[in-house]
């Protein structure tokens, strides 16, 4: 009677047990379907982090690749730099397939009336004769077609009066030198001191002449590339035309290589170093026609300009006039 009451007693523990057991089953079920719920949410992040990944060029499954070459595609189409460059908004002038219709009769430079004169080619082609004439302002320039051994005692002078200027220099002046001494050395300095250098072309010949494009562009390029192969120099683009003589043609040719044609509203007769001029009368000339806005031409190799040049820029600045670099002219 005991082993048969035992036996039933167990029987009922064993039934109980097994209940509980199921309950617990149902609520492991339940967590891991949450559980699988939550990594499956995850798992979508991290495909979308993925994706973004694989745009940037990491490695991923091949549908991830096919997924973000799609979105990737248009990306180069929205970026700023397409937008910036567009094929058809071209930063430099246009060059022209035909210019026959362009002149290329020489006209001589006058420094009295070729800015009135020539005012609509002039601006055509972005060419200078003066600069802001509404300021008491002058833009001094030297031309530099071989050494005189003056040119040192100019950049004292400028440097001594706190004056920027423009040296246009040929190719031979690049190339050569004064007393065994590389000319190399004096553009080193103008550049050093803040000046500029300017192109005045290699054989310092009328650029009419230079019907053909590929010769007229040599005469300015070499120029530049024996300024620019000098350390620490580098021309900048300014053109003055040797003689002063130009064309509609040359101007064209010039602003084609992105040069601008700077002439000169007053210059005198001080490059025959074997005739020079008196000091005193050339000052006096000089101040006498200074205007608003001039661009001045002196020449280097003139003795009489090392002279006066000292006393002309205190003359100049006692009158209210400030000096300003070629980079200041207006548009």
């Given at each position: ?321 400030e000096f300003k670099t070629l980079d200041e002219l207006p548009n």
């Amino acid at each position: 009677m005991i082993k048969k009451k035992l036996a039933l007693f167990i029987a009922l523990s064993l039934l109980l047990s097994g209940c509980g057991l199921g309950n617990k089953n149902e609520d492991n079920k339940n967590i891991d379907i949450s559980s699988n719920e939550k990594i499956t949410d995850d798992s979508t992040n991290e495909k979308s982090i993925e994706d973004s990944k694989s745009s940037n060029g990491s490695d991923s499954t091949s549908k991830l690749e096919s997924n973000s070459k799609t979105e990737s595609t248009p990306k180069p189409e929205s970026t700023p730099k397409e937008k910036s460059n567009p094929p058809q908004k071209p930063t430099t002038k246009k060059a022209l397939s035909d210019t026959s219709s362009l002149s290329t009769e020489p006209i001589e430079w006058s420094w009295l009336y070729s800015s009135r004169d020539s005012a609509e080619l002039l601006s055509k082609y972005k060419a200078y004769g003066f600069g802001d004439t509404s300021k008491k302002i002058i833009y001094l320039t030297f031309d530099e077609g071989y050494e005189n051994g003056y040119t040192d005692s100019i950049l004292n002078t400028l440097k001594a009066n706190n004056v920027q200027a423009t040296f246009f220099v040929t190719k031979p002046y690049v190339t050569g030198s004064f007393n065994g001494i590389s000319n190399t050395e004096l553009l080193k300095r103008m550049s050093n001191e803040g000046h500029i250098i300017g192109n005045h072309s290699v054989h310092h010949k009328s650029m009419p002449t230079f019907k053909d494009e590929s010769a007229f562009n040599a005469e300015i390029t070499q120029v530049e590339d024996a300024v620019n192969s000098v350390p620490g120099c580098k021309m900048l683009k300014y053109f003055r035309p040797p003689e002063g003589t130009f064309s509609e043609l040359s101007l064209y040719y010039t602003q084609k290589l992105g040069y601008k044609s700077v002439f000169f509203t007053l210059a005198y007769k001080d490059y025959d170093v074997d005739n020079q001029p008196d000091p005193g009368s050339s000052k006096t000339q000089l101040l006498k026609n200074t205007r608003d806005g001039m661009i001045c031409l002196l020449h280097a190799v003139s003795k009489t300009n090392v002279t006066i040049l000292d006393s002309l820029i205190k003359e100049w600045k006692s009158q209210g006039y400030e000096f300003k670099t070629l980079d200041e002219l207006p548009n």
